[in-house]
């Protein structure tokens, strides 16, 4: 159980383009979700926390205009990466969990190339 | 100070060795402590979760010491296939954007 399903798996596109990630739960209502950034050999970077059918909370330093959240109902979140530049290349990767204590369950994170 | 703190390593064991890491936190108020698994360019994987009175799986055991404010992983009879980086997660509680990582530790099991 607790499947979190990410889609795509890789991006490989032009300086500009904006690049929308999905992040679902499979198997389990999640109403919040977590986007976390991932740069080479260093640790995961909590961008910010998606809650459905509200506003997502970013953190310090993250640009809600750059980084679009949407949490649309219990099972699916999105993030979308607007006007992409090289700079933000990397590897994002979703979570949820089914409760305030337990676990979060990861997708399998996208891996976004801008040239 | 960090809210939570591994020692990154890396730790290189032969095969069949046992090996332990540490990770220490600092508030006191954590509620909930997990062990995470994560693969070269892979997403974390939840390993186990860590309770009061310690748990073990398989050749996997966690332990809690909350007057020390640590969290421990043994492994036990290592595998080629535990080599990975190990992140130690901590819970604070009181909300949603309560979970802290540390930044792993890096284990590479030799044959």
């Known amino acids: 159980g607790a499947v979190v399903s990410q889609h795509p798996s890789w991006v490989i596109c032009k300086s500009g383009t904006s690049v929308k990630i999905e992040c679902r739960s499979l198997?389990?209502?999640?109403?919040?979700m977590f986007w976390y950034r991932q740069f080479p050999k260093q640790s995961l970077m909590l961008m910010a926390t998606?809650?459905?059918?509200?506003?997502?909370?970013?953190e310090q330093g993250v640009e809600k205009d750059k980084f679009l959240i949407n949490h649309a109902s219990l099972t699916l979140s999105t993030l979308t990466v607007t006007s992409a530049h090289p700079e933000d290349s990397s590897f994002y990767i979703c979570?949820?969990?089914?409760?305030?204590?337990?676990?979060?369950?990861f997708g399998d994170g996208t891996r976004l190339s801008i040239l | 100070r960090k809210e939570v703190e591994q020692d990154p390593g890396p730790f290189n064991v032969p095969e069949g060795a046992t090996v332990a890491f540490n990770c220490t936190y600092s508030?006191?108020?954590?509620?909930?402590f997990f062990w995470y698994r994560q693969d070269c360019r892979k997403e974390p994987k939840l390993l186990m979760s860590?309770?009061?009175s310690g748990n073990e799986d398989g050749r996997f055991t966690a332990q809690l010491n909350r007057a020390s404010q640590y969290i421990s992983l043994l492994i036990r009879d290592s595998k080629l296939s535990d080599s990975a980086t190990y992140l130690c997660?901590?819970?604070?509680?009181?909300?949603?954007?309560?979970?802290?990582f540390g930044t792993g530790t890096r284990l590479t099991v030799i044959p």
């Open positions: 979570s949820a969990r089914t409760g305030g204590v337990q676990p979060q369950h």
């Open positions: 198997d389990f209502q999640a109403t919040t």
């Open positions: 998606s809650n459905e059918g509200s506003k997502a909370t970013y």
């Open positions: 508030n006191s108020a954590s509620q909930s």
């Open positions: 860590v309770y009061s």
């Open positions: 997660v901590v819970n604070v509680g009181g909300g949603a954007n309560n979970l802290f």
